[in-house]
């Protein structure tokens, strides 16, 4: 196995309160919710892991993604690959941080991200509270196309995940996208699917930018 370690140097912002307590303001939050779907979309039941290591992907564009979001975090990761695998070679791609631990700012974005987007109340609400639902739904699609196994056809969009909360996140994601979405049992996980043809170009269009969340 072939080990390959670095730093990314950024410089350390402060994270940005919301004057409420327990909730993240809504650049933060946007961030938090973003990295912590990274993060499920590989989280494995049962799987024992280094108390460093915050996840470890197949993507480098998805381990690039969730290092530039703990940055903006205040959470810079060191970042190892390690290249692995006998007759058929393999990259793995982990992110560590100095502390043990997932960092709770990533589990309360979680928790406030999936309660925006699954709130029925938030139905006809105000157009700032709709586009802020609508940038986390990007937000959790854009993880879930970095990070998840893609399941691309002619006639679906596809995503294959384990999380059964992160599944219910990405179909109302969908919806308030203003495209359809299904969950249907594969072996070992879900797959979450939205329709080909204008529904697949609308989740690959408003997922393929970050965009910031409106007060």
Not at 38 to 50: A, F, K, N
Not at 205 to 210: D, E, I, K, L, V
Request: aromatic share 4%.
């Amino acid at each position: 196995m072939v080990w390959s370690t670095g730093a990314y140097a950024f410089t350390r912002p402060p994270l940005r309160p919301s004057g409420r307590a327990n909730l993240l303001d809504r650049t933060s939050l946007a961030d938090a919710f973003e990295a912590a779907c990274l993060i499920r979309c590989i989280q494995v039941e049962g799987v024992r892991q280094p108390a460093t290591l915050v996840a470890e992907f197949s993507s480098e564009a998805a381990a690039t993604r969730l290092a530039e979001l703990l940055v903006r975090l205040g959470m810079p990761a060191r970042p190892e690959r390690i290249t692995a695998g006998v007759r058929r070679r393999y990259e793995l791609h982990r992110l560590h941080l100095t502390d043990p631990g997932q960092p709770a700012v990533l589990s309360m974005g979680w928790r406030q991200g999936r309660t925006a987007l699954l709130d029925p109340a938030a139905i006809g609400a105000s157009a700032p509270r709709n586009a802020r639902r609508q940038a986390l739904a990007a937000a959790a699609w854009r993880a879930a196309l970095l990070a998840a196994g893609r399941h691309v056809r002619t006639t679906i969009l596809g995503v294959r995940i384990r999380d059964t909360e992160l599944a219910a996140v990405l179909v109302r994601g969908a919806q308030v996208l203003g495209s359809p979405a299904s969950v249907a049992p594969r072996s070992g996980c879900l797959l979450v699917t939205v329709p080909g043809g204008p529904d697949k170009d609308r989740i690959l269009r408003r997922s393929a930018q970050p965009t910031a969340l409106v007060s």
